[in-house]
C-alpha cells in the first residue's frame, strides 16, 4: 500500500507560481514513479507531468512544458509540481498519483495509476 497526500493549492492571478507537494508513504512508495494529474470542472482528468522512480526521469504535456517542473526529494519522500506562469485555464483539482510501470518516459493515463491522494484545488484568477 502507498499513501499519498497533496498540498500547497490555493488562488492565484495569472501570471503567480505555486509549488504543490506530494508525500508519499508506505513501505514501497520508492518502488514507484509519481505523477501529477489534473481535473478541471466538467472535463475528465489529465495528465500533467510524471517524475520516474529510479533515474528520475520527468515528462510534461504540452501545455504546461516550459512553466511546470516537477521534482523529487527521495529522502523526504515528497514529489513536487512547480507552476510558473499560471493561466485561468491550469485552473484544477490537482491530484498525485503512483504507477509501477518500468519506462522512465511514459505517459500514464489514469487507468495505469495504482494509487491517488485526495486532491488540492488550484485556482488563478484572470
Known amino acids: 500500500q502507498v499513501q499519498l497526500v497533496e498540498s500547497g493549492g490555493g488562488l492565484v492571478q495569472a501570471g503567480g507560481s505555486l509549488r504543490l507537494s506530494c508525500a508519499a508513504s508506505?513501505?514501497?512508495?520508492?518502488?514507484?514513479?509519481i505523477g501529477w494529474f489534473r481535473q478541471a470542472p466538467g472535463k475528465g482528468r489529465e495528465f500533467v507531468a510524471r517524475i520516474s522512480r529510479g533515474t528520475g526521469r520527468d515528462t510534461y504535456t504540452d501545455s504546461v512544458k516550459g512553466r511546470f517542473t516537477i521534482s523529487r526529494d527521495n529522502a523526504k519522500n515528497t514529489v513536487y509540481l512547480q507552476m510558473n506562469s499560471l493561466k485561468p485555464e491550469d485552473t484544477a483539482v490537482y491530484y498525485c498519483a503512483a504507477d509501477n510501470k518500468y519506462s522512465s518516459i511514459y505517459y500514464p493515463s489514469p487507468d495505469e495509476c495504482d494509487y491517488w491522494g485526495q486532491g488540492t484545488q488550484v485556482t488563478v484568477s484572470s
Open positions: 508506505g513501505r514501497t512508495a520508492s518502488s514507484y514513479s
